[in-house]
């Protein structure tokens, strides 16, 4: 077999070693995995068996499936978790409790609010704001980019990454940040094991099902009230927490996974 392994170009600089131990699992699994970089895909001939889209470009896996190529994840598992908004629009209607979005500035109840852009991610372009003034000041920041606003949630800067293969969870982990409300392990932040409750587990599983989705990462705050509140989904999901506490199998479960469904 055959497949495209796509990054954006700065994406595949950071992440060199892990794409090398996915190629070296990919020649143990009889698979020809080749990196090809997103910005220059349509260069590239269409005469694979698979793509592996990495990038967060969701025009990137469409024009494969257009083709009748399989690709890693779906079109639409990489548009709705590459945009906040969507993301948190999509889990609302699978009745999952979410932080929730406020609609416009007049509708924001109490300070403080965390203003997004809708496409960041690994915690940058998140901003907490204490008053209107310093909201404004954040928007403008961003300029022309899609943002969006979130009530605080009291948190102890805690939350939860739970990556999934398929309907299968292969772990998850408690995030503390460093001093900061963020909890990105990325920033700073400590981890830990965390045995999921069985509402995440129902939770992140309605997620899966209904995205159709292979290798993906769901993030939970967990608030200080006890709830967990749905907050992004990644693709593609960063994995240096996995690989701390849980070892280093992960090349291997993800291309026997492709390997089995093709």
Not at 122 to 150: D, Y
Not at 180 to 199: A, H, Q, V
Not at 234 to 260: C, Q, T, W
Request: hydrophobic content about 40%.
């Amino acid at each position: 077999m055959r497949g495209y392994l796509i990054y954006e170009r700065a994406d595949a600089t950071v992440n060199a070693r892990f794409i090398q131990m996915l190629q070296e699992e990919a020649t143990a699994q009889q698979i020809d995995l080749i990196l090809i970089f997103a910005e220059e895909f349509e260069q590239h001939s269409p005469s694979i068996d698979f793509v592996w889209n990495r990038s967060r470009n969701a025009h990137i896996g469409a024009h494969y499936e257009q083709l009748g190529i399989r690709v890693f994840n779906n079109s639409e598992t990489n548009a709705i978790a590459n945009h906040k908004q969507l993301a948190t629009e999509f889990v609302n209607t699978l009745g999952i409790q979410t932080v929730p979005c406020y609609a416009e500035l007049s509708a924001i109840a109490s300070f403080p609010v965390v203003l997004k852009t809708v496409d960041g991610h690994g915690g940058q372009e998140v901003v907490l704001c204490h008053k209107m003034e310093e909201l404004h000041a954040a928007k403008a920041s961003f300029k022309e980019r899609m943002t969006i606003i979130q009530p605080f949630i009291k948190s102890d800067a805690q939350d939860v990454r739970i990556w999934m293969l398929g309907n299968s969870v292969l772990g998850a982990v408690l995030r503390s940040g460093a001093n900061s409300f963020k909890s990105n392990y990325t920033l700073g932040g400590s981890i830990k094991k965390f045995e999921l409750p069985e509402e995440l587990l129902q939770a992140v599983l309605s997620i899966t099902t209904a995205l159709k989705s292979d290798y993906i990462g769901i993030d939970f705050i967990k608030g200080v009230d006890g709830q967990f509140y749905f907050n992004e989904i990644e693709d593609p999901v960063g994995a240096r927490s996995y690989y701390d506490l849980f070892g280093h199998d992960l090349a291997s479960k993800l291309m026997i996974y492709i390997k089995n469904h093709l």
